[in-house]
């Protein structure tokens, strides 16, 4: 039996073994990485759809510049997989992809000197490219900066800031525009319909096709063909208007073949030696090579896990409850439908959210804006000041872009605005970029804002009702993943603003939890009590501002050790914001705050697992309440309390 062939991929260390390869390798190698893709992701989850549609792009810009010399710069940076198969990242490493140990699902720039600059949020790449261009003009430095920016980066603000700058900044940036038609659902707002036009241009098309076909069969092929690349370079502008590109001061070329490795070097190259910013747009298909994915881009955008021949999704175990998402899109539809004031926003994440239920069943109290946050919450906020009944459903993550339109506009005018802020919390595979670990701190601290957070899934229905009849603006946080398993009641209950929820009564110590920590907080109660025959009480401290001031007092007066627990960073997070009650009532109550580390959390197989690996496993968390206990039992017998 013949030995199969060796991979091409196997022996890429890096860039220069890419260049060093035969043109007529090439479409093996891109085979390669595809297979290399679908296998690992089928199994470890990640941003299938996006990576196997730059393959040939990637390839083409490693083949024509030096990183890490060059720097490039991926918007996003969910599709930086073939640029790490092609810069040292592959094997072992690149199969642990997003798991502890393996390769980050963006770029990460601890991770490789090939990794110019980091992301995980969209709308960043020309921006810090430009910076970089202009820092390299500055230093006198000869390097290439290109920015990677998908077509739905030019929905977000900082992209068209940027833009607008490219002009004064420097004259040597190239930018290349990876068209794909998608954003993770389709992309929306007038921008996309643009590319569009600009790429399917009838006129332009047909007569750039005859042409090609002309000049390509005229004798002396290689010339003629550089003649045609030029040609249709330069004639652009006489049959499409001038791209809006070129009013910014960006010599624009495109739209050019994604999948075609000659065309791409060829462009690329030409843009290399420009003496004016240069953006090349690049046409290409998201998912190209697995057929699930092309076909439902969407779905494949990112994944858990699929089946690398059918593509069907690996099915999540039986039993697992609903997503918190899920519940929250149901509650949504069904208040909408009952309140033509209710509409939900969405800054580009209509599933990842659970709005599509909304989009699908009451439509026109729908809104996908775009990977556009800071709008999103503007366009709240003025639907709001005309009677509406607004929710933003944001990542937790993503919402720290709206920072300025949260006070200035939204709190600060007192507005009934409902933010729902699923992934609070640990995004574990996606890492530092993902966590929703810092907004209690950053939301905590503004006037007339109201803050909970829900034990489980139905309770979050619950809060969602408080939110929208509250008439001021309202934030619920809630975590990635399945609900606790409870049942979801028929008709949500409207809470008592700024009440905490007692679960069980203790006179030893008290665990104040939010969200999740809830039922880790009763598990540490029930033990304590089995192994250590100690009272512990647990609160669901559901509001986190207005904080149950009265009941904390109660019990910080008569029981020895108050515990938090939070699923957020401890600086000035729920345990803070306990301290602050407490020390402004001049009670001199013990305190312990269990909650993340004042450190970025790295990417993680899962929450198990990042929670072990900074002792904040459950039976870490009972030893820390046990040892705070002996501790505080030993002081106060010292102190013959
Ligand atoms: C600020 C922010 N909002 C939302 C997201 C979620 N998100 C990740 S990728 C993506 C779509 C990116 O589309 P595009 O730039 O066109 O790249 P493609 O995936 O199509 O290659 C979105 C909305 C994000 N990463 N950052």
């Given at each position: 039996m013949k030995d199969a062939q060796p991979r091409l991929l196997d022996a890429i260390r890096g860039p220069a073994d890419v260049k060093a390869l035969a043109p007529a390798d090439l479409p093996r190698l891109a085979q390669e990485i595809r297979d290399e893709i679908i296998s690992v992701t089928a199994t470890q989850g990640g941003h299938v759809g996006p990576n196997l549609g730059v393959v040939e792009l990637t390839i083409a810009l490693h083949r024509v510049f030096d990183t890490p010399r060059d720097s490039f710069v991926f918007d996003v940076a969910h599709q930086g997989y073939v640029h790490k198969l092609l810069t040292g990242r592959g094997g072992d490493f690149f199969r642990k992809l997003r798991r502890s140990g393996g390769a980050s699902g963006f770029l990460y720039r601890p991770e490789s000197p090939h990794d110019a600059f980091g992301a995980g949020h969209a709308g960043t790449a020309l921006s810090a490219a430009l910076g970089m261009a202009t820092a390299r003009d500055l230093k006198g430095t000869g390097e290439h900066v290109v920015a990677v920016c998908g077509d739905a980066a030019f929905t977000c603000g900082i992209t068209l800031e940027a833009l607008n700058n490219v002009v004064t900044s420097t004259k040597r940036l190239i930018v290349v525009l990876n068209d794909n038609q998608w954003s993770i659902a389709r992309n929306v707002g007038a921008m996309a319909k643009y590319l569009n036009r600009l790429s399917t241009s009838t006129t332009y098309?047909?007569?750039?096709?005859?042409?090609?076909?002309?000049?390509?069969?005229?004798?002396?092929?290689?010339?003629?063909?550089?003649?045609?690349?030029?040609?249709?370079?330069?004639?652009?502008?006489f049959f499409v208007n001038s791209s809006l590109f070129e009013k910014f001061g960006l010599r624009y070329i495109g739209p050019i073949d994604g999948h075609n490795l000659e065309e791409l070097q060829k462009n690329l190259e030409f843009a290399k030696q420009s003496d004016v910013p240069v953006l090349i747009h690049v046409m290409t298909m998201k998912g190209k090579g697995l057929d699930a994915a092309l076909n439902?881009?969407?779905?494949?955008?990112?994944?858990?896990?699929?089946?690398?021949?059918?593509?069907?999704?690996?099915?999540?175990?039986p039993g697992t409850p609903p997503a918190y998402q899920d519940v929250f899109g149901q509650a949504l539809a069904r208040l909408a439908k009952e309140d033509p004031r209710v509409v939900g926003i969405t800054a580009a994440m209509p599933s990842g959210t659970g709005l599509s239920k909304l989009a699908a069943e009451v439509p026109r109290q729908f809104f996908d804006v775009g990977i556009a946050e800071e709008h999103a919450v503007l366009f709240a906020a003025g639907m709001a000041a005309k009677g509406m009944r607004p929710v933003c459903a944001i990542y937790s993550t993503f919402l720290q872009r709206a920072y300025d339109q949260i006070i200035h506009d939204v709190a600060l005018q007192n507005l009934p605005v409902t933010f729902c802020m699923d992934r609070a919390g640990l995004s574990p595979n996606d890492g530092p970029t993902h966590h929703g670990l810092f907004d209690i701190a950053y939301l905590r601290c503004i006037p007339n804002v109201t803050l909970m957070q829900p034990k489980d899934e139905d309770e979050l229905a619950d809060m969602l009702q408080t939110a929208v009849e509250l008439g001021s603006p309202a934030f619920i946080?809630?975590?990635?993943?399945?609900?606790?398993?409870?049942?979801?009641?028929?008709?949500?209950?409207?809470?008592?603003?700024?009440?905490?929820?007692?679960?069980?009564?203790?006179?030893?110590?008290?665990?104040?939890?939010?969200?999740?920590?809830?039922?880790?907080?009763?598990?540490?109660?029930q033990r304590l009590r089995t192994e250590e025959n100690l009272s512990v009480g647990v609160?669901?401290?559901?509001?986190?501002?207005?904080?149950?001031?009265?009941?904390?007092?109660?019990?910080?007066?008569?029981?020895?050790?108050?515990?938090?627990?939070?699923?957020?960073?401890?600086?000035?997070?729920?345990?803070?914001?306990?301290?602050?009650?407490?020390?402004?009532?001049?009670c001199p109550a013990c305190v312990e705050r269990i909650g993340w580390p004042d450190k970025f959390v790295e990417h993680g197989s899962g929450v198990e697992s990042l929670r072990a690996a900074y002792g904040l496993s459950p039976d870490d968390l009972y030893r820390r309440v046990l040892e705070r206990w002996k501790r505080l039992s030993a002081e106060r017998v010292e102190a013959g309390a």
């Open positions: 098309n047909r007569i750039h096709h005859d042409l090609e076909k002309f000049f390509t069969g005229l004798p002396h092929g290689h010339e003629m063909n550089q003649l045609w690349v030029k040609w249709k370079r330069e004639t652009k502008d439902s881009p969407e779905k494949f955008h990112g994944v858990g896990g699929f089946d690398p021949v059918t593509g069907d999704p690996v099915a999540p175990k946080r809630y975590p990635r993943g399945p609900g606790a398993g409870v049942r979801v009641k028929d008709r949500p209950e409207r809470l008592e603003v700024g009440h905490a929820e007692v679960l069980r009564e203790g006179s030893n110590i008290v665990l104040w939890a939010i969200g999740p920590m809830v039922r880790d907080a009763l598990q540490i109660a609160v669901n401290a559901r509001f986190i501002r207005p904080l149950d001031r009265t009941l904390l007092l109660s019990q910080a007066t008569v029981v020895p050790l108050i515990v938090t627990m939070e699923d957020h960073a401890l600086t000035g997070g729920f345990g803070s914001a306990v301290l602050e009650a407490l020390q402004e009532a001049d």
